[in-house]
């Protein structure tokens, strides 16, 4: 088939030093492009700039392995899919609906707590708020609603008192467009799911725990950056039977009530008393070999890189129904 390729390069041309903490680099664009290669396609690469957009009509693309994170706004991570959806071309992953719900932690939060996952608490604010709720607990951890890779988290992202919540949010909301969440910190161990599939053939991969130093005990984007000599991991995670049921069960509950679709990374703090929280659901997991977590997961699980990509196409084919289900399959 004509599989085409959309997806956004880092520039590093901001000021703001992770502004394009979510984009790709050539490597893992054309590690991408191999793999689906070496299995037999055909590629068409389309960087998800506005000069790009109109060549998707006339590209001929039976389906497009969609990893655009989009340039601006709240809805970014939708805007490529919606276009996609609208010219009537399939493509990998969820639904421009879903993606836009995702990439806003508070929709995301409070719909998983209507479906009865606990969740930290917290509280929406913009660079007017001067207070904070009454029931949140110190410490709290402050991140902008809409963004991923640890953008706008910074070490001192982890506040003890109103004062020092207030002093943040006046520093970086100069900084990062939009609004803030803040949420009560859970003091414990931090885990990834990820997850491949789709209805009764949802899999839910070997859970990994991110292990990180004393003094580093969350995902900043300097520790974040420099992840590769920072932190260890532990895949599958040490957890007890009941621990890691309770969060694959969630994880799968989550995936339905986002209407996510193919693939996706889940984020879940474990408290010191063992109840697992969710933090936040990542429905276009970081691709790139030897860094992202998706790709670790899959490694530690006996899955090639090479067959995770194509695992990711064959399932959005076969939703699509443009391949059939006996030709598919992850160990």
Not at 3 to 12: A, W
Not at 168 to 195: A, H, K, M, Q, W
Not at 229 to 239: D, G, I, K, Q, T
Request: aromatic share 8%.
């Amino acid at each position: 088939m004509i599989v085409g390729l959309t997806y956004n390069l880092k520039k590093r041309n901001s000021e703001v030093e992770d502004w394009d903490a979510e984009f790709d680099s050539p490597q893992t664009v054309m590690s991408i492009r191999s793999a689906i290669e070496q299995a037999g396609h055909e590629t068409v690469l389309f960087e998800a700039i506005p000069e790009r957009i109109h060549d998707l009509v006339d590209a001929g693309c039976e389906i497009v392995f969609n990893f655009a994170e989009g340039l601006q706004g709240r809805g970014r991570e939708a805007q490529i899919p919606a276009i996609l959806s609208f010219l009537g071309i399939p493509f990998t992953g969820s639904d421009e609906v879903a993606l836009g719900i995702a990439l806003d932690k508070t929709v995301t939060k409070q719909l998983v707590a209507a479906g009865g996952i606990a969740t930290p608490r917290f509280q929406l604010v913009n660079k007017t708020t001067r207070k904070l709720k009454r029931d949140l607990r110190f410490p709290l951890i402050i991140k902008p609603n809409a963004e991923g890779s640890s953008k706008g988290i910074r070490d001192n992202s982890v506040v003890h008192c109103e004062e020092q919540a207030i002093s943040l949010l006046r520093n970086i909301t100069s900084v990062y467009p939009g609004n803030f969440i803040i949420e009560e910190f859970v003091e414990g161990r931090e885990v990834t799911v990820g997850l491949l599939g789709n209805g009764e053939s949802l899999r839910v991969l070997p859970i990994l725990e991110t292990l990180f130093p004393k003094e580093d005990n969350f995902y900043s984007f300097r520790v974040k950056k420099n992840s590769d000599v920072l932190l260890n991991y532990s895949c599958p995670a040490e957890l007890d039977r009941s621990t890691h049921q309770k969060i694959e069960r969630s994880a799968r509950m989550i995936f339905g009530i986002l209407g996510l679709k193919d693939v996706a990374r889940m984020d879940f703090r474990i408290a010191n008393n063992g109840t697992p929280f969710f933090l936040e659901a990542n429905p276009i997991p970081g691709l790139a070999p030897g860094f992202s977590d998706l790709p670790r997961i899959c490694e530690a699980a006996g899955i090639a890189y090479e067959e995770l990509i194509v695992t990711i196409l064959n399932t959005a084919m076969i939703r699509h129904e443009l391949l059939v289900p006996s030709t598919v399959g992850v160990r």
